[in-house]
Nanobody, 120 residues
Framework: VRLLEAGGGFVHPGGSLTLSCSASGFIFAGQHWAWARQTPGKGLEWLSTIWSIGNTFYADSVDGRFFISKDDAKNMVYLEMNSLRVEDTGVYVC???????????????RGPGTQVTVSS
């Protein structure tokens, strides 16, 4: 199984980025997917989950600014990020959800991540 993120980069506060994650080796449509953020101070922080049936869930810190979506035909997961803040800086990781709670899922396979830097 393999996950690979793309789309990170440098953006000014208030800007937008859309991340993508390609998945291979999964039965994609039947899997729940998540985005998380790795930062030195907070460790791995869960941000959003999309269930196989399309329900979406967000951490309070990104709710209303970030939007998760997926394309089952392309085996892709996306994270649209708007109104970015300096504190959104981190390595963004795509992960397969294996269980846990809705707002505190457990992860199986993860990608290597893509760096997002928000700075003026």
């Amino acid at each position: 199984v393999r996950l690979l993120e793309a789309g990170g980069g440098f953006v000014h506060p208030g800007g937008s980025l859309t991340l993508s994650c390609s998945a291979s080796g999964f039965i994609f449509a039947g899997q729940h997917w998540a985005w998380a953020r790795q930062t030195p101070g907070k460790g791995l922080e869960w941000l959003s989950t999309i269930w196989s049936i399309g329900n979406t869930f967000y951490a309070d810190s990104v709710d209303g600014r970030f939007f998760i979506s997926k394309d089952d035909a392309k085996n892709m997961v996306y994270l649209e990020m708007n109104s970015l803040r300096v504190e959104d800086t981190g390595v963004y990781v795509c992960a397969a959800v294996t269980g846990g709670e809705i707002y505190n899922p457990t992860f199986g396979a993860r990608g290597p991540g893509t760096q997002v830097t928000v700075s003026s």
